[in-house]
């Protein structure tokens, strides 16, 4: 490996070991409540190392939900040829798990950084897990499940902005119900609609 792709896979891994230890800090108490030295010195790094990677806590939460994709892609590994309804339960399941690993006030914490950030679009198309989600539907499409007026880029888009309203809405129980038995019970619903 070369001097600049050993610098990269070393940046890449200390970026992710700084939002795995602010993770692990904000499930055993408020993120509010957790320092960048405490961050720091969780992830074993300097604080001179943190700024190098984010400019404050706050822009580590906008970033914080980039290690959703690679659980997902973890998740989904030996999934690779089963039948389009079964990769999607195992999204949405995966999906509700990591959501509630993170907790409803850090979940709650994003969202608010969100709302407070610039415009962006809302689904990055060249996420892992919106291109699985399409992928799973296109399937679907193939099979002649789906509604001839409906895309499956539609309707990822559709399902990603649900899920996502179920979440929210679990913040503002915080957390008193189980996400994954609503996101369930929310996607029975769907596969009938949709007779997928």
């Known amino acids: 490996m070369e001097y600049q792709q050993r610098r990269r896979e070393q940046a890449r891994q200390t970026e992710q070991a700084i939002l795995q230890a602010a993770m692990e800090l904000s499930r055993q108490k408020s993120f509010d409540k957790v320092s960048v030295r405490d961050i720091c010195q969780k992830a074993g790094i300097t604080t001179g190392a943190f700024y190098h990677h984010f400019r404050s806590k706050e822009e580590l939460l906008l970033k914080g939900f980039a290690p959703l994709d690679r659980y997902m892609e973890q998740a989904m590994s030996g999934y690779e040829g089963e039948p389009p309804q079964a990769r999607l339960g195992q999204l949405l399941t995966s999906y509700a798990?990591?959501?509630?690993?993170?907790?409803?006030?850090?979940?709650?914490?994003?969202?608010?950084?969100?709302?407070?950030?610039?415009?962006?679009?809302?689904?990055?198309?060249?996420?892992?897990?919106?291109?699985?989600?399409?992928?799973?539907?296109?399937?679907?499409?193939?099979?002649?499940?789906?509604?001839?007026?409906?895309?499956?880029?539609?309707?990822?888009?559709?399902?990603?902005?649900?899920?996502?309203?179920?979440?929210?809405?679990?913040?503002?129980?915080?957390?008193?119900?189980?996400?994954l038995s609503k996101l369930t019970q929310d996607y029975q619903l769907f596969a009938r609609l949709f007779k997928v």
């Open 97 to 179: 798990a990591f959501m509630e690993s993170l907790g409803w006030e850090l979940v709650a914490r994003y969202y608010q950084q969100r709302l407070g950030a610039p415009p962006s679009h809302s689904i990055d198309r060249r996420r892992y897990t919106y291109r699985t989600m399409v992928e799973c539907l296109r399937q679907c499409e193939e099979e002649g499940k789906l509604p001839s007026d409906c895309t499956p880029e539609w309707l990822s888009d559709f399902l990603f902005r649900h899920f996502r309203g179920v979440v929210i809405d679990w913040v503002i129980h915080q957390g008193s119900y189980p996400l």
